[in-house]
């Protein structure tokens, strides 16, 4: 299996056609997993902590001001325990279980629209650190997974400066920071220039505004680790902007 880098938007992106056709298409290019492994960008936890491994694992409603049936969105995939083993042999550092903590929207939404039978054990595993080598570290652990059928799923934004947006529609115009810091984070990916991915709060242009928190793109990084070879361009999956922010997401084999 690939390992992917995705946005996941907000549940609006539910009501998209665009970008949850987007969604739709790419997972149906993929082989079907065994297992999925995601780490979201609105679960930051240490050490390392792996959620609920219980069939039809709830769902945290970790929004506000949306329409009231985004509330009762279910998505009742398997739980995945063999999953959560297997992760507790590859790490050798401290790995803790939260079995009553649901899937949260970075989980939820995209898997809507990727795999919306929920027939596939869901694993959610936390971020335990926003070091950039640290997290790559941890996708290193994680790669064998991914000879297992493991579909291992980092989920961001790869820009995410809600707050210094003016426009709120989802045909906004992107803000030029917006736009400079994907294309950057493009062109770097496009040469595996790794090293200036991890440096990217000095190096990349439209900071600190694309990323005043940095949640939203440390899941690349484990992503990046899981790559058979990290410097190897990703296929880009999905491009252009949503509400102004980069909806980039892509695959590494």
């Known amino acids: 299996m690939p390992a992917l880098y995705i946005g996941h938007g907000a549940p609006l992106l539910l009501d998209d056609p665009i970008w949850s056709g987007e969604l739709s298409d790419w997972a149906t290019r993929l082989d079907k997993p065994k297992a999925i492994l ?8 240490a050490p390392l902590t792996l ?3 219980t069939q039809g694992t709830p769902l945290i409603y970790d929004f506000g001001g949306f329409d009231p049936k985004f509330y009762h969105l279910q998505y009742n995939a398997p739980g995945a325990p063999e999953l959560a083993a297997r992760i507790k042999a590859l790490m050798n550092e401290p790995v803790t279980d939260q079995p009553n903590r649901g899937l949260d929207h970075g989980a939820y939404v995209p898997l809507l629209k990727m795999y919306p039978d929920a027939d596939i054990p869901v694993l959610q595993m936390s971020i335990p650190t926003s070091d950039p080598e640290k997290l790559f570290a941890i996708g290193q652990k994680l790669a064998p997974l991914r000879e297992e059928g493991v579909l291992i ?14 426009e709120f529609r989802i045909d906004a115009t992107p803000p030029g920071w917006s736009v400079e810091f994907d294309l950057w984070a493009k062109e770097a990916l496009d040469r595996g220039a790794i090293d200036e991915l991890m440096n ?34 990703p296929q880009t999956a999905i491009d252009g902007y949503w509400m102004g922010l980069s909806k980039r997401s892509f695959q590494v084999v």
């Open 38 to 45: 995601i780490i979201s960008a609105h679960w930051e936890s």
């Open 51 to 53: 959620g609920s491994t």
């Open 153 to 166: 799923v980092g989920s961001g934004f790869l820009t995410h400066g809600l707050a210094f947006l003016r």
């Open 200 to 233: 990217y709060k000095a190096l990349a242009p439209g900071m600190p505004y694309a990323h005043p928190t940095v949640e939203h793109f440390a899941p690349i990084f484990i992503t990046l680790g899981a790559a058979t070879k990290a410097d190897v361009a």
